[in-house]
Nanobody, 121 residues
Framework: QVQLVESGGGLVQPGGSLRLSCAAS????????MGWYRQAPGKQRELVAA???????NYVDSVKGRFTISRDNAKNTVYLQMNSLKPEDTAVYYC???????????????WGQGTLVTVSS
């Protein structure tokens, strides 16, 4: 089995910062792309940021210049540093990883349980 465990969510004032972490554990042969999605109340889940195994990144326009995604391949962990947070960033944030569990198997998308980020004064 594979698990993605997120941490770091919480309540923060506008303009503040939070750092989300997501660690993958279990039977893992290789991890390809990792990313963060979010879902606000009444809205569809959207991709916030993604990073390849080689370190290439992409971001949704609304967070460019404020959020930074990074990963530690030795720890199977992906991070999302969120600065200059706005009320519209309020959402449940989900970690996603494309993981191959065994040599010769196909890669599968795995999801974390979600962590709530609330930006409010």
């Amino acid at each position: 089995q594979v698990q993605l465990v997120e941490s770091g969510g919480g309540l923060v004032q506008p303009g503040g910062s939070l750092r989300l972490s997501c660690a993958a554990s279990g039977s893992i042969f290789s991890i390809y792309a990792m990313g963060w999605y979010r879902q606000a109340p009444g809205k569809q889940r959207e991709l916030v940021a993604a990073i390849t195994s080689g370190g290439m990144t992409n971001y949704v326009d609304s967070v460019k210049g404020r959020f930074t995604i990074s990963r530690d391949n030795a720890k199977n962990t992906v991070y999302l540093q969120m600065n200059s947070l706005k009320p519209e960033d309020t959402a449940v944030y989900y970690c996603n990883a494309e993981i191959k569990r065994f040599l010769g198997s196909r890669s599968i998308d795995y999801w974390g349980q979600g962590t709530l980020v609330t930006v409010s004064s």
